[in-house]
């Protein structure tokens, strides 16, 4: 390592989707439904369709489902390390609760994890990304019925036992922390918001952490070289003034995002947490073997990084989040994307210094980016985007975690959000686009599915090829 270069050599740079996010393909391979194909206007606070209606992107997606072998080729042309990638639940078991999984839904993956194999690029699987079985959501209410813990460890095994000596890194929940705010995006909870009950969610979340320890444990015996991860979506927070009240604020926001690490990490729940609930009047059922369970820890903390917020203790000053997932206040010392996400560099390498002093686990950016439009150009009779403003965001972020690296925090690596334009999460767009690579798509369903390389794409590909070194030229 000089000092040029401050990413460690086997630094792990690629990028990052989810399967409801690109695949599309929904009916298709004996997949079932799953939330998202009800989610035609994104996850966050916008109504659910009672079933699969045309308007909704995500069911045809950006066709990976067909053409993940080209794909995953412009990856290795950009050098990727690894991909992160999740498996869709409802491919694997349809409805959720049978008992055998659908081999064909399997077959899939084995293909996915053929070519990444064949250009030497390093699998990083999440187990459950925003794509609960409807089924699960319907008729158990999702998380919040203990049964979920057993669907979940069945289908962790089978992927496990199946790809377990092909894949070493595994997330167990993609942003674990936004159950309590999207609950039927994040936990396949059917009860509307505003009918559910917080010791139903707080349930659902010790569910969910449960489900996570125990795979956990399953994995040192089916699969012992596995690594298993826990995936928060990270977000600091900043006092809005120096007053210690809004201080205070900042540290109870914290603890609220927190906790789940903690858990994860610690084997069980902070002082901070109990607190909460005893004032709150709420009482969880916690088994005896749920204690023991959540001993089972992780190997590694993973997390996504868009942007930063600031908090008061005057609720006059509090604000409507706005798109993202936790709310918060924006900060006025920043600049927001088209879409209001502050964007704030120096807050990841806060985040990575604030979970390194508090874990002391690897840590692995596996989420961050811009959500911007782009045009496509023609360059020497060419097609492609000239996005300058998304390798000036990179770049910037990027030099913030080789700060972390230089304070001493173990990373372990980075895959960029959306490597590959696809249907954003919150809104279910697609012209709020994150990718070194432009898909032909627009937010009405036109366009040929065409596959285009950024400016980006090269300006990556020279990052990772100098192992970060082009980042300070
Ligand atoms: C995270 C999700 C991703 C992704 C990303 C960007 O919350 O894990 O699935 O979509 O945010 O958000 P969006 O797609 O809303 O721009």
Redesign the pocket.
């Known amino acids: 390592m000089t000092e040029t270069t401050m990413f460690p050599e086997g630094f792990l740079w690629g990028g990052a989707t989810?399967a409801n996010?690109v695949e599309g393909g929904y009916a298709e391979g004996g997949k079932g439904l799953s939330v998202q194909d009800v989610l035609p206007h994104?996850g966050i606070g916008s109504p659910r369709s009672r079933r699969p209606t045309p308007e909704n992107l995500k069911l045809e997606a950006v066709d990976f489902y067909h053409r993940y072998a080209e794909d995953i080729a412009l990856f290795a042309r950009m050098g990727f390390k690894t991909y992160r990638f999740s498996i869709a639940w409802s491919r694997i078991f349809p409805r959720g609760d049978e008992a055998e999984p659908n081999e064909e839904g399997l077959a899939f993956y084995d293909r996915v994890l053929d070519e990444l194999e064949r250009h030497g690029i390093e699998p990083l699987v999440t187990i459950s990304?925003?794509e609960t079985p409807l089924h699960l959501a319907e008729a158990y209410d999702g998380w919040t019925s203990r049964e979920l813990i057993g669907f979940y460890e069945r289908y962790a095994r089978v992927l496990l036992e199946r790809y377990g000596s092909r894949v070493t890194y595994w997330l167990t929940f993609?942003?674990i922390n936004?159950l309590l705010h999207a609950p039927f995006m994040s936990g396949g909870i059917d009860t509307p918001r505003e009918e559910l009950s917080e010791q139903a969610l707080y349930q659902a979340m010790h569910h969910e952490l449960v489900a996570s320890a125990r795979v956990t444990r399953m994995a040192r015996e089916v699969a012992p070289a596995a690594r298993i991860g826990c995936m928060v979506?990270s977000m600091p927070v900043y006092p809005l003034t120096p007053d210690p009240a809004d201080a205070l604020s900042v540290m109870q926001a914290d603890h609220r995002n927190l906790v789940y690490g903690d858990v994860h990490v610690r084997g069980r729940y902070p002082g901070y947490f109990l607190r909460t609930l005893r004032e709150e009047g709420i009482e969880l059922e916690i088994t005896e073997q749920d204690r023991e369970d959540l001993t089972h820890t992780v190997d590694f903390v993973s997390f996504?990084y868009?942007m930063s917020v600031c908090e008061s203790a005057d609720p006059e000053r509090r604000e409507p989040g706005r798109?993202n997932?936790l709310g918060g206040i924006p900060n006025p010392a920043l600049e927001a994307s088209e879409?209001g996400w502050q964007i704030d560099p120096v807050g990841l390498r806060l985040v990575l210094n604030q979970f390194w002093d508090r874990w002391q686990k690897p840590l692995f950016i596996v989420?961050n980016?811009l959500?911007a439009k782009d045009e496509l150009v023609e360059v020497d009779g060419v097609r492609t985007v000239l996005d300058d403003y998304r390798i000036s965001y990179l770049r910037d972020h990027l030099l913030q975690v080789g700060e972390a690296i230089r304070d001493g925090v173990e990373v372990l690596g980075y895959t960029a959000?959306?490597c590959i334009d696809?249907?954003?999460?919150?809104?279910a767009q697609l012209s709020?686009r994150?990718g070194f690579i432009y898909v032909d798509r627009d937010d009405d369903g036109g366009g040929t599915l065409e596959r285009y390389p950024k400016k980006s794409f090269d300006w990556y590909a020279e990052v990772i090829r100098t192992n970060g070194a082009s980042l300070t030229e």
Do not use: R
């Open positions: 989810a996010q994104g990304h925003y993609n942003e936004s979506l996504s868009y798109g997932i879409w989420e980016g959500g959000w959306g696809l249907v954003s999460a919150s809104t709020k994150y």
